[in-house]
């Protein structure tokens, strides 16, 4: 049902800033756009088998931006891609972990996603997604 960690995802402030340093880790940007449900515009690194995402805030109110104001620019999430997005958050559900939203959310790219609260994911926030780029 798990094919792969989709991506990583990284909390920043300002991707004008931060993506100049993943390219100096070697890193290409792959993608970007903004992804209005979640109020980011997002920047894309092909990285081997999986990528990283970063996640800039386009408003105050952003989950993003709380986070920043919270604990700072860092980790933020990890994507887990499914085949059946639907069908794994009720089993999830079943099992007793917290989902953020009750249907899935468009992602970036063409995506659905859905995220685990990290209250119930042992502190950590973990996004699922089915299809997109
Ligand atoms: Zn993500």
Known sequence: MIKGVNHIGVAVRSLQERV?????LGLEVAAGEEVPSEMVRVAFFSAGGTRIELL?????????AKFIAARGEGLHHICLEVDDIRATMAELAGQGFRLVSEEPKPGAQG??????????????LIELCQGGE
């Open 111 to 124: 995506s659905q996603v859905c995220f685990i609260h990290p209250k119930s994911a042992g502190g950590v």
């Open 20 to 24: 100049p340093l993943y390219r100096a």
């Open 56 to 64: 800039e805030p386009t408003a105050p109110d952003s989950p993003i």
